[in-house]
């Protein structure tokens, strides 16, 4: 067999061998020590991060002081359209995450559970990353995607603030649609798309011929460094190859490019054709981990589309509860979970559907709100997976468990047998009062 039908039969299998960049979007790694043969659990594991903080009163019913159902509860407004999916929401409040600094933003330790800052590079993994190396093997096991203001997607199409492969190594976000649809979809469209995927494809396979033969010349100390900027452009052309070779499987998942991709009026049309494409991915079996940055893990953001006029830092310095521009961001955030559930839904899997064998996480890179010290750090999580998590239900902690808990326990449900994420036996004696999963969210 081969070099071409070979990756043409790994493709439409939809598994791959993996690489990993640190300079360039995330394509895949190495197998992990860790993965396990556990067919339990979610197949597919989504992070949703809101910018500026989740203000706990934003999703908690009215009256909800203890643990309970939420059979009966009224769920607030900023999330009141998840009411028909309840039985599969589980409202949890009380973790914390003060060890992770957050302030006005924990970065990359929102994911990583360990103190994080503006401009500090990741000292860890993070959990998303970890789950792609467990969960079932795909062309692109981790897809992340940055919402942001139109200026700032524009002008900084990639930035690494929220996901991260190890210590020193940022996974970079996409926030420009175009670019993302020609690296999906490039291999089997038409026209002008087709033409700029050709030259954008010509143009990396050249500069990863030039870097390699340039990198032989530097100083032994410089070359590991430099092996990972080059390993950068080797991954996306073997990605460009593989997507390339599941062309035919590719093609009924695409979507219908509009003038949202090439003419945006607001920065919320860009936001919308990014969670189209994230939901693309999903569906054609591309990727397994989906990881969207709702502000792009930063102190900024834009919503002029929902008609806030307001952006950035300043909403981080207003209330969020009862306020109709935070109520407007939060119901468009909830509009998506209902579409990622809903399009899940509609694809027949196993005995169910995708969406019975998925996790989505929605919280915020930033705790309760933007200037925090992290004592409570809200989360929702939607699916229980086959009756792995528990859901139809709110739990309030006692704020002494660290989100690092959480991550170890979703970790658990992959067949990954860890009691704790990230953090050392040192570290707990601070900051964890317990050991191992939160009982009160696996079944």
């Known amino acids: 067999m081969n070099r071409r039908e070979s990756l043409r039969k790994i493709a439409l299998g939809l598994g791959a061998a993996g690489f990993g960049s640190s300079f360039l979007p995330q394509f895949g790694q190495a197998a992990s020590p860790l993965a396990s043969s556990s067919s339990g659990g979610p197949k597919r594991v989504i992070f949703f991060m809101q910018n500026q903080g989740f203000d706990p009163k ?22 009141r359209a998840l009411d028909p ?26 994911l990583g559970g360990y103190r994080g800052s503006d401009g500090v590079p990741p000292s860890a993994s993070t959990i998303d990353y970890e789950l792609s190396k467990v969960l079932p093997e795909t062309l692109l096991p981790h897809l992340c995607i940055g919402m942001d203001s139109l200026d700032n997607m524009i002008a ?7 996901s991260a492969r190890g210590a020193g190594k940022p996974i970079f976000m996409h926030s420009n649609p175009n670019h993302l649809y020609q690296l999906l979809y490039g291999g089997i469209s038409e ?4 033409s700029q995927h050709e030259a954008r494809s010509s143009m990396l396979t050249r500069i990863e011929q030039l870097a390699a033969a340039k990198g032989e010349s530097l100083p032994s100390s410089d070359q ?62 591309t990727t397994s981990v989906l990881t969207i940055g709702s502000g792009r893990g930063e102190i900024f953001g834009s919503w002029k589309g929902l008609g806030v006029e307001k952006q950035g830092h300043n909403l981080g310095h207003m209330p969020q509860h009862n306020n109709p521009i935070w109520d407007k961001i939060r119901q468009y955030n909830t509009s998506m979970l209902v579409k990622l559930m809903e399009e899940l839904e509609s694809v027949p899997e196993g005995s169910g559907t995708m969406m019975d064998n998925t996790l989505i996480v929605y919280t915020s890179n930033n705790a309760d709100k933007q200037h925090t010290k992290g004592a409570t750090w809200p989360v929702m999580l939607l699916g229980n997976c086959g009756g792995a998590f528990k859901s139809g239900c709110f739990t309030q902690l006692d704020g002494k468990r660290p989100i690092n808990a959480l991550y170890s326990s979703i970790l658990r449900t992959t067949g990954v047998n860890v009691d704790r994420f990230n953090m050392s036996e040192k570290m707990a004696a601070r900051y964890d009062s317990g050991s191992g999963p939160l009982r009160e969210v696996l079944a």
């Open 58 to 79: 934003t999703c908690i019913p009215s009256g909800m002081v203890n643990s309970g159902s939420l059979a009966s509860a009224v769920l607030p407004e900023p999330i």
């Open 85 to 110: 999916f309840r039985e599969k929401l589980h409202i949890i409040n009380g973790l914390h995450g003060r060890h992770t600094s957050p302030a006005h933003s924990a970065f990359f330790g929102a």
């Open 156 to 162: 900084k199409p990639t930035v690494a603030n929220l």
């Open 191 to 194: 026209g002008e798309i087709r």
């Open 224 to 285: 590991a460094r430099y092996h990972e900027f080059t390993q950068g452009f080797s991954d996306m052309n073997g990605l460009r190859e593989r997507l390339n070779a599941a062309s035919g499987h590719l093609r009924d998942f695409a979507p219908k490019v509009d003038d949202r991709y090439t003419n945006p009026e607001f920065e919320t049309d860009w936001h919308d054709t990014l969670l189209d494409l994230g939901i693309s991915a999903l569906k054609s079996g």
